[in-house]
């Protein structure tokens, strides 16, 4: 028998249930309502949307909408109800507001049934990303569905077989950066690429990258023509190799034929007569005694070999030593020495100045006694900053790895104090890049360079990367330009590489829908140092949603396995990253020596993660470990062995 206290109880829970669905019901319905209400306030300013993007547009409005709100409380009690969340509703917002509404609404009894007309389904906005995708990118690779892009270095300009080999790779996309090379190395890639197209029968987009205003480094005024080596030592100091120094004619240098630790240019005609075992003296730049042996002559030249730390500067006079004879001095000497880059260095609560005037940057200088004198200056390349920036903002330069604040600002002159260096100090370089990313620039987003550029890149390319936009007036002036030279059917490529580009993508997003073909990059080397490297992950993450609900494809750039392009092995932190790649449409390789490596391991992740994710849902595929548990009931059984390295299509 069921007692009163229980008929109480439950007709309690049964009213606090009605009264929890009826406060869902009240939260979605008002969301609903301000979707409508942000599509009809925002749309009739759209009416130049392309009629690919129409729906996508709507779609990003009611994506906004719900995103104004904190949907968290909300989100629980329908994860309770055994309900969508709301967690992956992006590229169909109103159709899962709609159906979570109407479910709630039959679950109450003093609700009527939700009437609503036909809204954007899942598969509708799911096929609109990929139907938007395919006309960007080009069609869906044989055996994935992200695509590869590889930025071209200068070899592909002149080895047809590396673009092949990287088409046949898995190279999707290849992309020229217009900040390099020129014209005619940028059609020489482009002809290897249609001509790899045509022989291996592969799809392959031609993007190129304008080069933007590019915020960096003057020029800093080259050190004294000194040439340093030293040998190979042990852990106690003693020789294991001697410096190799390869000796040839001031006027008919030969390069050395192996690698050597230093290339001196002799003066005079005596060369020819050095003898395997003589040995050469002379006081180096220091006024150390220093001497080198004669080993080999070669092609012109002659080896030497040294077991001393040198310093040799131009001029620097030679005497020969030979066994069985006394030392005499040569009619020679050293010739000139290349100038040697320098930098300047910085350390924290230094004073680092930036001036307007075109000179060659100067490291500090201090008396004989430490003293400062006059703190490092260097000029920039942009001089119209001077006019946006101000005292308190921050400043980054050679992609964050030195940090300051600026003191103040002058006419000529920005005082800058270094808040964030190495311990033992930071080396700045020439052509180093400048961000400035509280500063709000008023730079233009096209550059002379890049409205020339755009002349080629209409012609030959397939698509054009935007650099450094900022607002929705960036992207109608690229419009406006393409249109002009015919190329209205360029795809466009946003780079989001700056705060402002950040802050403003969704009013990008709608401005870039008057074309046809668009898409955005995430540039994460900039926007890390423009938003925090703290934060990084938090707007890459918000940059894939807001682009999901535009149904527009993103490129993840920036650094992806850039250890194994350059040096040939990854680390393990970019191969979780490369994976994290499948949640865009497209991943892009940065060039290196082992690019072709990069390309076929990238290719063979995207393969083997698509299987487990998609966007942002975790595809729940058969799992080989589900498989392998060791039950008390079959303890006689052994588990099957898992192979060590298995194909993408049946890796678990």
């Known amino acids: ?279 050469l003296q002379f006081f180096d730049a220091r006024g150390a005694s220093r001497r080198m042996r004669a080993i080999e002559g070669l092609n012109g030249g002659w080896w030497a070999e040294s077991n001393q730390t040198t310093y040799v500067a131009s001029g620097t006079h030679l005497h020969i030593a030979r066994p069985g004879m ?56 942009l001089p119209e900053i001077f006019d946006d920036v101000r005292a308190g903002e921050e400043i980054w330069l050679d992609d964050g790895a030195i940090g300051g604040v600026i003191k103040s600002v002058g006419r000529d002159e920005i005082e800058v104090k270094i808040t964030h260096a190495r311990p033992n100090g930071s080396k700045l370089w020439a052509d180093k890049g400048i961000n400035l990313p509280d500063s709000q620039l008023s730079l233009p987003a096209l550059t002379e360079k890049d409205i020339e550029d755009l002349e080629f890149i209409a012609r030959h390319a397939d698509l054009v990367g935007y650099s450094f936009v900022k607002n929705a007036s960036d992207v109608q002036e690229l419009q406006r330009r393409l249109e002009e030279l015919g190329g209205t059917n360029l795809g466009i490529i946003l780079k989001i590489e700056t705060r402002r580009a950040f802050e403003e993508l969704a009013n990008l997003l709608l401005a870039a ?24 992950a938090e707007v890459q993450e918000e940059i894939l949603w807001i682009c999901e609900a535009a149904h527009m494809p993103v490129i993840w750039a920036t650094q992806v396995l850039e250890s194994l392009a350059k040096q040939g092995i990854p680390s393990r932190a970019e191969i979780t990253d490369a994976a994290m790649g499948e949640r865009a449409e497209c991943v892009m390789l940065n060039k290196g020596p082992y690019i072709l490596d990069a390309v076929r391991v990238l290719d063979n992740i995207l393969q083997r993660m698509e299987q487990h994710q998609s966007k942002k849902r975790s595809m729940l595929r058969h799992l080989r470990l589900a498989d392998h548990l060791s039950c008390p009931t079959q303890s006689t059984q052994r588990p099957r062995k898992i192979s060590a390295v298995s194909p993408p299509e049946a890796s678990g």
């Open 1 to 279: 028998m069921i007692g009163n206290d229980q008929i109480k109880q439950k007709n309690t829970e049964n009213r606090d249930e009605a009264a929890q669905l009826g406060h869902l019901i009240e939260q979605l319905s008002k969301i609903r309502m301000e979707m409508l209400e942000l599509e009809a306030n925002a749309f009739g300013g759209l009416s130049d949307v392309h009629v690919s993007h129409g729906e996508s547009a709507r779609n990003l409005l009611h994506y906004l909408a719900l995103r104004r709100h904190d949907l968290r409380q909300i989100q629980e009690r329908l994860a309770a109800q055994g309900l969508s969340s709301l967690g992956r509703a992006e590229s169909h917002v109103r159709a899962n507001v709609d159906a979570i509404e109407g479910i709630l609404r039959r679950l109450s009894a003093n609700h009527e049934p939700l009437q609503s007309d036909v809204a954007l389904s899942y598969a509708e906005g799911a096929n609109l990303l990929e139907v938007h995708t395919e006309e960007l990118l080009g069609p869906k690779p044989r055996n994935r569905v992200v695509r590869i892009m590889v930025t071209m270095p200068r070899e592909a300009a002149e080895d047809y077989d590396f673009v092949r080999n990287l088409l046949l790779g898995g190279m999707d996309c290849m992309r020229i950066n217009c900040a390099y090379d020129d014209a005619g190395s940028w059609m020489k890639m482009i002809k290897h690429g249609r001509r790899a197209m045509l022989e291996t029968g592969k799809s392959c987009r031609v993007l190129m990258d304008l080069a933007g205003p590019k915020l960096r480094t003057g020029p800093i005024k080259p050190g004294p023509p000194v040439i340093k080596w030293r040998p190979c030592r042990n852990l106690y100091g003693g020789i294991k190799a001697p410096a190799r120094i390869w000796l040839t004619a001031a006027n008919n240098i030969v390069p050395p034929p192996a690698p050597a630790d230093a290339c001196l240019p002799i003066k005079g005609r005596w060369l020819p007569d050095l003898h395997p075992g003589d040995v």
């Open 326 to 381: 006394s030392v005499r001095p040569l009619p020679a000497r050293i010739g000139k020495l290349p100038e040697r880059e320098q930098y300047i260095l910085l350390k924290q609560g230094h004073t680092l100045i930036l001036t307007k005037a075109p000179i060659q940057g100067d490291p500090a200088a201090y008396d004989d006694e430490g003293a400062l004198l006059s703190p490092p200056r260097i000029a920039v390349t």
């Open 513 to 536: 829908m008057r074309s046809p073909s668009v898409g955005i990059m995430i540039a994460r080397g900039d926007l890390a140092i423009e938003c925090g490297w703290e934060r990084m």
